[in-house]
């Protein structure tokens, strides 16, 4: 799904012009990119969170040569789903 699907969407289920509707959908990821850049998490009730997590440095591998690569220090957003998302998914719901 693209930015613009999302905009149809809400086109289709609200009734307000696609160009409104593509302007709410960037407000609500601006706002969602700006908490994750700001290091919060983000929680969005009944669908999941977006968290922002530190990795430690390690070692990992070139998989082309096998050879070892240090891998740097670095934060990286997970995206953990609810329990009624994960529910739906598997068809319990």
Known sequence: M????LADAIHRKVGVPRAE??????MVLEEIFERIVSR???????????????????????P???AGAK?????VVAFKPSNI??????GEG
Do not use: H
Request: proline fraction near 0%; glycine fraction near 6%; hydrophobic fraction near 35%.
């Open 21 to 26: 509707s593509a302007k709410y959908v960037e």
């Open 85 to 90: 998302l994960r529910a739906r998914i598997n």
């Open 2 to 5: 693209t930015r613009s699907d």
């Open 71 to 75: 891998i740097s220090a670095r934060l």
């Open 40 to 62: 919060e998490d983000v929680k969005l009730s009944s669908f999941g969170a977006f968290v922002v997590r530190e990795k430690k440095e390690r070692l990992g591998r070139n």
């Open 64 to 66: 082309k040569t096998g």
